[in-house]
Nanobody, 124 residues
Framework: QVQLVESGGGLVQAGGSLRLSCAASGGTVSSYAMGWFRQAPGKEREFVAASRRSGCVTFYADFVKGRFNFSRDNAKNMVYLQMISLKAEDTGVYYC?????????????????WGQGPQVTVSS
């Protein structure tokens, strides 16, 4: 059983930046495609970013392209989400995930493990 623990959430003004970190235990991130989802208040959970196990291929939701950067450090068993130029609509709970497969990184069905999710609040 892999456990994912995120950190780095908080309150930031619009235009600011945050970096989310995700530490894995009970398994190694190098064994999984990893990613991030988020859920805004009153909305469904949605895909943000993901990468294959090697980290050589990364996918992003259109609404974060150019603003968010996914990275992974397999040696430290960590993944990260660097967020810049934050907008009020980026507010939500952000979940670190490990996938069963990457057939469709945007599908919740392909996620095997979920983190607890830190709150990110962007004030306008």
């Amino acid at each position: 059983q892999v456990q994912l623990v995120e950190s780095g959430g908080g309150l930031v003004q619009a235009g600011g930046s945050l970096r989310l970190s995700c530490a894995a235990s009970g398994g190694t991130v190098s064994s999984y495609a990893m990613g991030w989802f988020r859920q805004a208040p009153g909305k469904e959970r949605e895909f943000v970013a993901a990468s294959r196990r090697s980290g050589c291929v990364t996918f992003y939701a259109d609404f974060v392209k150019g603003r968010f950067n996914f990275s992974r450090d397999n040696a430290k068993n960590m993944v990260y989400l660097q967020m810049i130029s934050l907008k009020a609509e980026d507010t939500g709970v952000y979940y670190c995930v490990a996938y069963v497969n990457m057939v469709d990184p945007s599908s919740l069905r392909n996620v095997r493990y979920w983190g607890q999710g830190p709150q990110v609040t962007v004030s306008s």
